[in-house]
């Protein structure tokens, strides 16, 4: 077996038979294959085990005292239809775990069994779960791409990685910190994580904390009472409140001064808000996504930031990549902000020449997709002036000397073979002629520059 193998097909696995030696063998055989096994002499105790998208397979012996293997096989395809179930039999019930495959069940093993046979069967059901979930995953990505709503549009595997985190926990109730400079769209991540979740109908509130007068920044989160101080001439819903049922974005909340950190981190943990001037606790059903554009590790381990807030905000983290460190989505991108510009202003767009779009590869984008944004919008709007916009953003021969003379090559010969398939609609044939290469060779450069021609049609 290969190491690709044994990373990606290791369990976990969950043996059920009321024979105590024969599960002592099962465990020892495949733990001594580096799998992950728990086994169990009742199915009673497995039920509670399992839950949908659970990623291993169950061993089960048909013949047990209570709940049998054939009523635990269909227990658990009321959990997840897809789940693998093994069934071992003796010899007098092979007609029955026949049946039960109709019904359902992976495969059977009789006993007694081999133990290269029963590894056999672990591992191709295994990976056969592996690939039900990779396949579910994937359709709930297509599927929260096309709802309506905010989109996370990139292909690189930064950008990949963290749509898979994000699908992880959009049903989660867990409060989340999103970790990004500024102009990566930690407000945009934030809404997507709102507009995908069951909390969609619900309020998505956004407060940036450094923008808010420290005086006023508790009133704007807690609300107060009508007298509670000097000014407060009626009562005021504060942000958590009006979240309630939602989504609370609190961005740069490295800027949230340190007595209000003491109060945020009750509110969190005791999911209960107390307007100013009031003695009424109101329970809070509420996510948080709290962001930052700084460590708040190295800002708690400088006294700057409470410590235990910061581990409050950070059971579940996601990195937001700058733009220069996902360059093969900045044609995508770029794309995506002129046509929206192009909607919003009436106007056409003018096709961005292959020498441009390498100036833009080259520059380091310090205000990230945000700054790509507002330059897709000056294009769009300048029209004949564009190209001289694209010049004067500062993205000439001193920008393209940070980087290597391969890295250079790589970028511009992917943006040329992109804007071929994008003025062709995908053409294979046309691309081939309009860039002089042969069949192969075209095809070895589109997957080495992770291009599909299906996205141009």
């Known amino acids: 077996?290969?190491?690709?193998?044994?990373i990606e097909f290791k369990g976990p696995v969950i043996f059920v038979d009321d024979e105590h030696h024969i599960r002592v063998t099962v465990q020892q055989t495949l733990e001594l294959e580096d799998y992950s096994i728990r086994c169990f002499g009742s199915a009673a105790e497995v039920l509670d085990k399992l839950d949908v998208d659970w990623p291993g397979v169950i061993v089960s012996d048909i013949n047990m005292p209570g709940i049998d293997g054939i009523e635990l096989m269909r227990r658990i395809r009321e959990i997840d239809t897809d789940l693998p179930v093994i069934l071992v039999t003796g010899h007098g019930d092979i007609s029955m775990a026949v049946t039960a495959i109709r019904d359902?069940?992976?495969?059977?093993?009789?006993?007694?069994?081999?133990?290269?046979?029963l590894v056999d069967v672990?591992?191709?059901?295994?990976e056969k779960r592996n690939l039900t979930l990779e396949n579910r995953n994937l359709r709930r990505e297509i599927e929260a791409q096309n709802a309506p709503g905010p989109r996370i549009l990139g292909n690189t595997p930064s950008i990949q990685s963290m749509r898979r985190i994000i699908h992880q926990v959009l049903g989660a109730p867990t409060d989340i910190l999103l970790n990004?400079?500024?102009?990566t769209g930690k407000e945009l991540v934030a809404r997507y994580l709102h507009e995908h979740s069951n909390r969609r109908e619900k309020n998505f509130v956004a407060i940036n904390c450094g923008a808010v007068p420290e005086n006023l920044i508790e009133s704007e989160l807690f609300g107060h009472e009508a007298g509670a101080f000097t000014g407060a001439d009626k009562s005021r819903v504060g942000k958590f409140e009006y979240a309630n049922g939602g989504t609370l974005f609190l961005d740069e909340i490295e800027s949230m001064p340190m007595a209000v950190q003491v109060k945020l981190l009750r509110v969190i943990e005791e999911r209960m808000v107390e307007r100013l001037g009031s003695n009424e606790l109101i329970p809070l059903d509420i996510r948080i996504v709290a962001a930052t554009k700084v460590d708040l590790k190295e800002l708690s381990d400088e006294g700057q930031f409470r410590s235990d807030l910061f581990y409050r905000l950070n059971i579940v983290t996601i990195d937001i990549p700058a733009l220069r460190d996902r360059l093969e989505d900045l044609p995508l991108l770029f794309e995506h902000f002129a046509l929206i510009a192009s909607a919003r202003y009436q106007q056409e767009i003018i096709p961005l020449p292959g020498e441009r779009m390498h100036q833009l590869l080259q520059h380091d984008w310090p205000g990230n997709v945000r700054e790509l944004r507002n330059l897709a919008e000056r294009y769009v709007l300048l029209g004949d002036e564009a190209n001289l916009a694209l010049a004067e953003q500062g993205m000439g021969d001193e920008i393209q000397s940070r980087r290597t003379l391969s890295e250079r090559v790589d970028q511009f010969e992917r943006s040329l073979i992109h804007e071929s398939l994008q003025s062709h609609k995908g053409s294979i044939k046309e691309t081939m002629v309009a860039l002089g290469l042969a069949r192969k060779?075209?095809?070895d450069k589109m997957k080495k520059h992770d291009l599909d021609r299906l996205d141009y049609k």
Request: no cysteine; proline share 3%; hydrophobic share 35%.
């Open 180 to 183: 990004g400079e500024t102009g």
């Open 122 to 126: 672990v591992k191709r059901a295994l």
């Open 441 to 443: 060779t075209l095809y």
């Open 104 to 117: 359902g069940a992976y495969d059977f093993i009789e006993k007694p069994f081999a133990s290269e046979l």
């Open 1 to 6: 077996m290969s190491e690709t193998e044994q």
